[in-house]
């Protein structure tokens, strides 16, 4: 049993808190972000076991009873918590480390076993801002209303990151963030007909609004993406064929090709 299972939940007043200095350019290479869209469900997780996973949200039924731990989990939902106590329950105890808001883990009763970190916002984009460069923040340089020009990508999740309303654009920026150089999407479909892989007939189905923001942040923030953060020394691929996301954004690979890019 890997021993970030072994040690006991902590206690409020015991929270290993640490700060996101701690995990920045700490890895390399390649890594998988897990997400909960149907397409995962076929994903030989046990295959890349040896290869760093970034999950999320009820993404970690995947791992339940597997002996694989995330290397990081990933949640903004605070009503996640209440919504699918169990697979949060077993987030809470599985993950290496894990990032939530401050304020979901003061309203919990439950605390990570692994290393917390706390999430916050990037700063909202001012009219100065649209003049300078931020090595740090990648932001949307172009005119529209106050919500337009709060997109982006953050490099540096210390300065805050940049909320797409999927929480598989901050896992990316998370990647980014840690050191990781290849990030493989698997689950990314973002489409809600399709449901996720872990929901059950008669179950509890936590509320989608996939569809609310697909046009209005979520493709304009891959677009920042491909646009501005992709390059040799970031390369994003996608193992969803039924992904939303366009291939002239994020390339779509087969298992065989990733078995040679890593």
């Known amino acids: 049993m890997d021993v970030a299972q072994e040690k006991p939940l902590l206690s409020s007043g015991q929270l290993d808190v640490h700060d996101l200095d701690e995990c920045r350019n700490i890895r390399k290479g390649s890594v998988f972000i897990i997400a909960s869209g ?13 290869v760093p996973m970034i999950t999320m949200n009820g993404a970690i039924s995947k791992f339940a009873g597997t002996g694989i731990t995330p290397f990081f989990y990933v949640c903004t939902d605070q009503g996640f918590s209440q919504q ?40 909202k984009l001012g ?25 982006g990508f953050s490099r540096n ?42 929901e059950k ?3 509890f189905v936590s509320p989608c609004v996939l569809d609310d923001h697909f046009h209005t942040r979520i493709l304009p ?14 390369r994003v691929y996608n193992l969803s064929n039924s992904s939303r996301i366009p291939v002239n954004l ?13």
């Open 250 to 262: 994020v390339p779509r690979v087969t298992l065989e090709e990733v078995d040679r890019l890593i």
């Open 201 to 203: 007939s008669g179950s």
């Open 84 to 123: 699918q106590p169990e697979l949060f329950t077993e987030a809470m105890r599985l993950c290496k480390r894990v990032a939530l808001w401050e304020r979901h883990v003061w309203h919990t009763t439950l605390k990570p076993r692994g290393e917390l970190y706390y999430l916050r916002r990037a700063p």
């Open 127 to 151: 009219w100065r801002d649209l003049l300078k460069t931020d090595k740090d923040l990648v932001r949307c340089r172009k005119l529209g209303n106050g919500r337009n020009r709060t997109l």
């Open 157 to 198: 999740l210390k300065r805050g990151f940049f909320d797409a309303r999927t929480v598989a654009y901050l896992a990316l920026q998370l990647a980014y963030h840690v050191g990781f150089t290849r990030v493989f999407l698997v689950g990314v479909d973002l489409d809600p007909l399709a449901g996720r892989f872990y």
């Open 38 to 50: 149907a397409s995962a469900r076929d994903f030989p997780l046990h295959k890349y076991a040896d």
């Open 221 to 234: 923030s891959f677009e920042i993406l491909a646009r501005s953060v992709m390059n040799e020394d970031f």
